[in-house]
């Protein structure tokens, strides 16, 4: 007769290499899932981005008519994660007063942003960092605080469509040229751009490899 004590630990055997089973199944699903993902963004955008953009900006400050003026812009993108990017852009815009100025300003922005659904065609997105503004003939300068958000589609590999908004907070009360009041001045920006995504072949080449390797060791053989 076998001792209950062998029993015990017979049954405990069992169960800790079914467990250890399990745990193994969910991770290569994980896995699997993981690289699926990472292989849909790089087949839908890069590790790069060239940010292209346009539309209109007006000022909130000590004015009461301020108008609506021409903005465009240019950057870089560098994708940290599939979800998040640091970017840089050059801003150009005017500044513009009813029957007051129109004057001409550019700005250097750096940015974090956070895509929602990198690994789809269409992604809600927001960002925010800080930046450097000043007139075209750097008599005003200031620095400044943003963050907006935005919608990117993706019209064809690698060019993604996008419409945006930002919020801009400028550390100074002279961006219209009148201080006067107890807040400092705000800028607000729209418009549509194009991101340009390149980059990240050779990533891509290796989790197709990888996609390739896990599919072949999870191949189910007959039995006879």
């Given amino acids: 007769m076998i001792p209950k004590f062998s029993i015990i630990l017979y ?6 290499a079914f467990s250890n089973f399990g ?7 994980q896995s699997e899932k993981s690289i699926n993902r990472r292989y849909a963004f790089f ?29 465009f812009r240019i950057g870089y993108k560098h994708h940290l994660t ?4 640091l970017n840089v852009t050059f ?19 750096l940015n974090f942003e956070f895509l ?39 019209i064809t590999e690698g060019v993604g469509l996008k419409l945006f908004g930002e919020y801009n907070y400028m550390f100074t009360d002279e961006l219209d ?9 705000v800028l607000l920006r729209a418009g549509l751009g194009l991101n340009i995504y390149f980059g990240g072949n050779k990533k ?7 996609m390739k390797t896990v599919i072949n060791s999870n191949l189910i053989i007959p039995y006879n």
């Fill in 82 to 85: 599939s979800h998040l990017n």
């Fill in 177 to 185: 040229g009148l201080v006067a009041g107890d807040f400092n001045d």
């Fill in 11 to 16: 049954a405990l055997v069992i169960a800790f």
């Fill in 91 to 109: 801003n150009k815009y005017n500044v513009a007063i009813k029957d007051i100025s129109n004057e001409g300003f550019m700005s250097f922005d």
């Fill in 43 to 71: 087949n839908f955008r890069g590790s790069h981005a060239v940010d292209l953009g346009a539309g209109t900006a007006i000022v909130g400050a000590d004015y009461e008519d301020p108008q609506f003026e021409a903005y």
């Fill in 204 to 210: 891509k080449e290796a989790l197709r490899r990888k």
């Fill in 116 to 154: 929602f659904s990198p690994y789809t065609k269409f992604s809600p997105y927001i960002f925010a960092g800080g930046g450097y503004n000043s007139s075209n003939d750097f008599e005003s300068t200031a620095t400044k605080a943003q963050g907006g958000l935005g919608l990117e589609l993706i």
């Fill in 23 to 29: 745990f193994s199944q969910n991770d290569d699903e």
